[in-house]
């Protein structure tokens, strides 16, 4: 449930919310939808009432790694993407690019076939 690499890359990154040092690793991707950044922590944190900016690992835990990718879904309105089956569109909102979008296809449909029976 937490990101393999170490979030050094994520260091000094204020559109995360990144400002202080020792934020890219300590704010590294977690839970099921890898919530990354401060300011994505703070958020969560704020919609739940528990400080995982305090905690951040926690994120790593159930129930927690399960709540925060829906809370992320649910606050980035990812369904009528979904529903339009725009999967370049929801991997754009939640990575910011296109990074593993093959993958991410492949996966799909795998989960369509099983789901669908």
Known sequence: MAEYASGEAYENHEDLGNTEPGDGKRFKGRGLIQLTGRANYRQFSQAI???????PTQLEQLPYCVLVAGWFWHDRNLNPLADQ???V?????ING??????DRKDFLQKAKAVLNG
């Not at 009432?49 to 905690?55: I, R």
């Open 85 to 87: 089956d725009d999967v």
């Open 49 to 55: 009432g528990e400080d995982f900016v305090a905690n």
């Open 97 to 102: 690019g296109t990074n593993g979008l093959e």
């Open 89 to 93: 569109a929801i991997t754009r909102r």
